[in-house]
């Protein structure tokens, strides 16, 4: 079974709308890390948001927000007010086990995000 | 630099010949992971490595790829008798215990198999 599930091949969205990616996730481990990174069309791999299994709060980071519903098992990444250098792919990975495990990422197979004017 | 690098940034070969992808991981960071991403697609681990444990190498997909670490320095991937299912882009990250959980990314190696 896939550990980690982008529903959402491509999205589509107009400049300072908010965008909702889709990600669902399959462990049974009680602590797991959900990230979520952007790949711009140069390839590299940027950091974008994380969430702890335990953390009570939904994570932010500026634009970015993660709507987190763990008996879903959903992290959904939320970008609001969305500009044209958002469009890239972005991918969703969890890490099961605690972070001191400093396990390996799984992640999904992305979902392409254009944003236009 | 800062961040982590990785070298060569391009690299063409033809089948059947063997390759070493190099990564510069951030200094301080202790572990360093490999990482697969074919054309259109996610990506797949590889291996990883922590301090002066074993390296969980569960996701070498044959005998013919291996990697190596020197403490907690550069490490090297190695993939023998290269086949045209091995052209894809090899993402090296890096990331230090107890500072936070990210796995920062180099800018990887596009790796072609003629």
């Known amino acids: 079974a896939q550990k980690i599930t982008q529903t959402q091949p491509g999205m589509f969205v107009q400049e300072k709308e908010a965008v909702t990616l889709d990600c669902t996730y399959d462990?049974?481990?009680?602590?797991?890390?959900l990230f979520w990174y952007k790949q711009p069309s140069s390839g590299e791999m940027i950091f974008l948001i994380y969430?702890?299994?335990?953390?009570?709060q939904n994570a932010t980071e500026g634009r970015y927000s993660l709507n987190f519903q763990k008996a879903r098992k959903s992290a959904n990444l939320v970008i609001s007010a969305s500009q044209l250098g958002d469009s890239a792919m972005y991918f969703c990975?969890?890490?099961?086990?605690?972070?001191?495990?400093?396990?390996?990422?799984?992640f999904g197979r992305g979902t392409q995000l254009t944003v236009w004017p | 630099g800062a961040g982590v690098s990785q070298s060569p940034s391009n690299k063409v070969t033809e089948k059947g010949k063997d390759v070493e992808l190099r990564c510069d991981p951030i200094?301080?960071?202790?572990?360093l992971y490999w990482y697969r991403q074919r054309l259109g697609q996610g990506l797949e681990f590889l291996i990883y490595?922590?301090?002066?444990?074993?390296?969980?190498k569960s996701g070498l997909p044959s005998d013919r790829f291996s990697a190596e670490r020197t403490g907690e320095s550069v490490s090297t991937l190695t993939i023998q008798r290269t086949q045209q299912e091995d052209s894809a882009v090899y993402l090296c990250?890096?990331?230090?215990?107890?500072?936070?959980?990210?796995?920062?990314f180099g800018p990887g190696t596009r790796l072609t198999v003629l």
């Open positions: 990975a969890m890490r099961e086990g605690p972070s001191s495990t400093l396990g390996r990422l799984y």
């Open positions: 490595f922590q301090g002066n444990s074993a390296p969980d």
């Open positions: 990250a890096s990331r230090v215990q107890g500072a936070g959980d990210t796995q920062y």
């Open positions: 200094s301080g960071h202790t572990a």
């Open positions: 969430q702890g299994s335990y953390d009570q």
């Open positions: 462990t049974s481990d009680p602590s797991y890390g």
